[in-house]
Every structure is written in structure tokens, then in C-alpha cells.
């Protein structure tokens, strides 16, 4: 009996299986690569070293000492950065002075504010998107029917040869169980 239980769960898991990779395929999503910044150098990246390992201690600890320890490395972190950045885009910039494009925009790239797209978004954008997604799930939600599945060889196993309709068949199968 118990082997009948597993053929039908088989089959409705393999027909689930099917209809969600015709609805929703698998997709790879592959990691977005991280941003390398150019004027991260040995010295700082052997700071931020220092820096995490004292605050792991300090979290463990919670001593007051090792908090103002970590307090000085993040400060020691943070001239560090801002030295090795100065240093980069000034060698930059100093390298490029005859090329006045590449240096108006690494000037820019300083001073300007970041550029962001949709930083702000409405409630009518809000509502479009909502309702975008919903006619979405609607719609596949119609296109798609679900017919259970029962393998001839199992209706034939449970009842003899085929001398009824095949509905009596799954309603006898279904009353076995």
C-alpha cells in the first residue's frame, strides 16, 4: 500500500515539477562583482584588518578598553583612507592635467553629487507597479490548469485489466487509498 502512496506522490510532485519550470523557469543568477576601489593600498587594507579584528574582540568582551582601542584604529582607518584617496586622485589628475576631459570628470566624480535614477518614487509608480504584477499572477494563474496524473500501469496493478471508465478507475484508486 505504501508503495502505491509513493507512485501517486511521485507523480504529483514530477507534475508540479513541470507545470513551475513551464511557468517559472530556473534562472542563474550570477554574484555582482564587488567595486575595487584604486586608492585602497597595503596600508589601508592592513588597517581595516586591524580595525575588524578589534572590534570582533570588543564584541565578545564588551571591555571599555578594547572599545576606545577600536575607536583610535577607526580613526587611524578613516585618515588613512582619506590620505591614500587624496593622494590617488591627486597623482590622477596631475597625470592627466593635459588631457582636460578625463580630468573635468574625475574632478566631477569628487565634488558632484552621485548620480541616482528613481531616488524617489511616486505613488502613482507604486500603484502601476502593483497592479502590473497582479494582472501578471492573474493571468498565469489562468493559463494554467492542473490535471492530476495517474500512470496506467498503477491503475492497472490495483484494479486487473481496464473494464471500467477510467473515472471509476481513479475514484477506486483514490477510495484504496
Not at 22 to 37: C, L
Not at 109 to 126: E, F, K, Y
Amino acid at each position: 500500500m505504501s508503495h502505491v502512496i509513493d507512485l501517486l506522490v511521485n507523480s504529483f510532485n514530477n507534475l508540479c515539477l513541470s507545470t513551475l519550470d513551464s511557468v517559472a523557469p530556473v534562472k542563474i543568477r550570477t554574484k555582482p562583482t564587488s567595486t575595487v576601489f584604486l586608492w585602497f593600498n597595503d596600508n589601508t587594507r592592513s588597517l581595516k584588518s586591524e580595525v575588524r579584528k578589534a572590534e570582533c574582540k570588543w564584541k565578545t568582551n564588551k571591555l571599555k578598553v578594547h572599545y576606545e582601542y577600536l575607536k583610535t584604529l577607526m580613526k587611524n582607518y578613516n585618515v588613512a583612507v582619506k590620505d591614500a584617496r587624496a593622494t590617488y586622485f591627486s597623482n590622477l589628475i596631475s597625470q592627466n592635467a593635459h588631457r582636460s576631459k578625463i580630468s573635468f570628470g574625475t574632478l566631477e566624480r569628487i565634488v558632484g553629487p552621485p548620480t541616482n535614477i528613481n531616488s524617489h518614487a511616486s505613488s502613482d509608480l507604486c500603484e502601476q507597479f502593483k497592479t502590473f504584477f497582479t494582472e501578471k499572477i492573474v493571468n498565469i494563474r489562468s493559463q494554467t490548469v492542473i490535471r492530476p496524473t495517474i500512470h496506467l500501469s498503477l491503475i492497472c496493478h490495483l484494479t486487473g485489466p481496464l473494464k471500467f471508465h477510467p473515472y471509476v478507475l481513479l475514484v477506486q484508486c483514490c477510495s484504496l487509498l
